[in-house]
């Protein structure tokens, strides 16, 4: 699918939905991110040299050279880490390049989107996270995070920040969507949002299709400059609209973007 798409590198992640947070949950969330990413790795062992893990923008770069395909590995939810700082250090070690804060539901480390607002933005625990994050040149990511959470975050960040599959706020009123505002402010921090192709985000309705997805793409452009706009598929995550549904659909997707005006370089 990523040949047919011409994807050239993909994030695939170990995602983790918000449980308990007890001693004992804790420590089975880090056992599951090892779990997953232990099985991420077989996967690409499985595809005989035609995928490899890439850690760094150089090794992306060198892969497509060599016609290899770049998996860069990720954490959805910080609750992967449990309650010890020091597995983020371990897991960048293993190439993971960025962490989403949160999932649907507060953590340890910050409230969601859908949570109860139970730290007012990023706990004491959650400061130290993304301090640790930055150290090590892990990503931060703010997709599931709510607005106190985002705009405290971009406050304490040192580098800029992500949100790997989000749309436009102003385009669909969903609360894992950023708004106008949030948008701007994370341009300003040299941050990126990334379009998800999940259909409620796109349209409040449910029935999007991919020319929804172009609109949302194009709307981040006009407000944040074409540098700070990507896509974040989730394809595993509930996302996938007639005209995306799959790794393969990136050349019409391209093809339609064209057609907006958008150049090569763009």
Not at 18 to 42: F, N, P, Y
Not at 46 to 52: L, P, S, T, V
Not at 156 to 165: A, D, L, R
Request: aromatic share 6%; glycine share 12%.
């Amino acid at each position: 699918k990523m040949r047919d798409g011409g994807l050239d590198a993909s994030f695939m992640v170990a995602y983790l939905r918000q449980e308990g947070r007890d001693s004992k949950s804790l420590a089975a969330a880090v056992a599951k991110t090892d779990r997953i990413l232990d099985l991420i790795e077989e996967r690409i062992g499985e595809c005989h040299g035609a995928a490899r893990i890439a850690r760094t923008p150089e090794q992306i770069a060198e892969n497509k050279y060599e016609g290899v395909k770049s998996i860069v590995l990720g954490i959805e939810n910080g609750y992967g880490i449990g309650s010890d700082i020091e597995n983020l250090v371990r897991y960048s070690q293993r190439g993971v390049a960025y962490m989403t804060l949160c999932h649907n539901g507060d953590n340890d480390i910050c409230d969601s989107a859908k949570g109860n607002g139970e730290h007012g933005g990023i706990s004491d625990y959650g400061k130290r996270v993304i301090q640790e994050m930055n150290r090590l040149g892990m990503m931060v990511d703010l997709s599931h995070a709510s607005e106190k959470s985002f705009y405290h975050a971009l406050e304490i960040s040192g580098k800029p920040i992500i949100c790997s599959h989000s749309s436009c706020r102003a385009l669909a009123d969903h609360p894992r969507n950023l708004t106008d505002h949030q948008m701007k402010a994370l341009a300003a921090c040299g941050g990126v949002m990334q379009i998800c192709g999940y259909t409620y985000f796109l349209r409040k309705s449910g029935d999007a299709t991919a020319d929804d997805m172009v609109r949302h793409i194009i709307h981040a452009i006009d407000v944040m400059g074409i540098d700070h706009v990507g896509i974040g598929s989730d394809f595993d995550g509930g996302g996938g609209i007639p005209g995306f549904n799959d790794a393969s659909w990136f050349l019409p997707l391209t093809a339609r973007l064209a057609r907006e005006g958008l150049s090569d370089q763009d």
